[in-house]
């Protein structure tokens, strides 16, 4: 599916957030959302979920406004995404009940979506049973049970361990090469952007303006990114994080 923002704006009462923002997402790419916390970035995702609408501009899904939610556009974010009263196999089957499919096939295709996150076995478990990076994963399965052709993804590892986080990358990256959504995601994650997207945009502070388009295109990709280090360090310098060598401070002096 593809998405157009044309000169969209968002405010909140006197609180500019988008200024005239304008881009567009092709059919099955991935772009990264990355800035400063507070510059947007969420809100340009939930205007993509129709949960808000821009202030003026137009934001197109095929050429139809945005107006409202929709199974075809699936919002996942960082926690609390599961029912804590349902069972993982009942979290995962619900996606496919609330689109009107009799519960027994749902149910069914749950279990084959549970085992495609390695979450067999643990069908009957509630969430609070199972590793938090156990709960992404069941998370995951609920998006894409639906068959999703939007993915929207907040912060969707942000409160996850840095192994486990990369673990889940992983899962999430083949998920997609399988799907083939179109993908937007926000991350702090710098290294998890550049691993995950074709593209990376990057904010400036609120109001949001894009400071810095990078195109990785759609190229096969490993945790190992030291061939993207020059972009790298270009997007953390951007963000304001120092990646210069500095002389070790001689501290004799202040110590006489
Ligand atoms: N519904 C709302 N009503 C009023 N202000 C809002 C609303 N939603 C967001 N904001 C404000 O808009 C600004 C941008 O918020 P947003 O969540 O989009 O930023 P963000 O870039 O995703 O931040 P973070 O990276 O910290 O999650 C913030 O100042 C926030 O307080």
């Known amino acids: 599916m593809k998405l157009n923002f044309s000169q969209v704006t968002k405010s909140f009462g006197d609180l500019n957030v988008i200024k005239q923002f304008d ?21 340009l995702l939930h205007m993509l979920a129709g949960l808000q609408q821009p202030s003026s501009g137009s934001l197109t899904a095929d050429g139809d406004s945005v107006a409202e939610p929709s199974p075809e556009r699936t919002l996942v974010f960082q926690e609390h995404a599961l029912y804590p009263w349902m069972t993982l196999r009942d ?18 295709e749950a279990e084959k979506w549970l085992a495609r996150v390695q979450l067999s076995g643990f069908e009957d478990y509630y969430p609070h049973q199972v590793s938090g990076g156990m709960r992404q994963r069941c998370a995951l ?27 889940l990358q992983s899962v999430l990256k083949d998920l997609i090469e ?6 937007v995601l926000v991350t702090h ?17 609120r109001p949001a303006t894009v400071l810095k388009e990078v195109e990785l295109g759609h190229i096969p990709k490993t945790h190992d990114l030291s061939a993207f280090a020059d972009v790298r360090r270009e997007v953390l310098n951007l963000l304001g994080i120092d990646t210069e060598q500095h002389e070790p401070k001689d501290y004799q002096g202040e110590m006489a």
Do not use: H
């Open 23 to 43: 881009t567009s997402i092709a059919d099955g790419e991935i772009v990264a959302l990355v800035g400063p916390s507070g510059c947007g970035k969420s809100t």
């Open 91 to 108: 979290n995962v089957s619900l996606a496919l009940e609330f689109q009107d499919q009799p519960r027994k096939e749902s149910l069914v």
């Open 141 to 167: 399965a609920r998006a894409f049970i639906a068959r999703p052709k939007v993915l929207l993804l907040d912060e969707p590892f942000g409160a996850l361990d840095a192994l486990t986080r990369m673990t």
């Open 178 to 183: 399988e799907e083939r959504p179109t993908v």
């Open 189 to 205: 994650d710098v290294d998890e952007a550049l691993y995950l997207a074709d593209r990376v945009m990057v904010f400036s502070q």
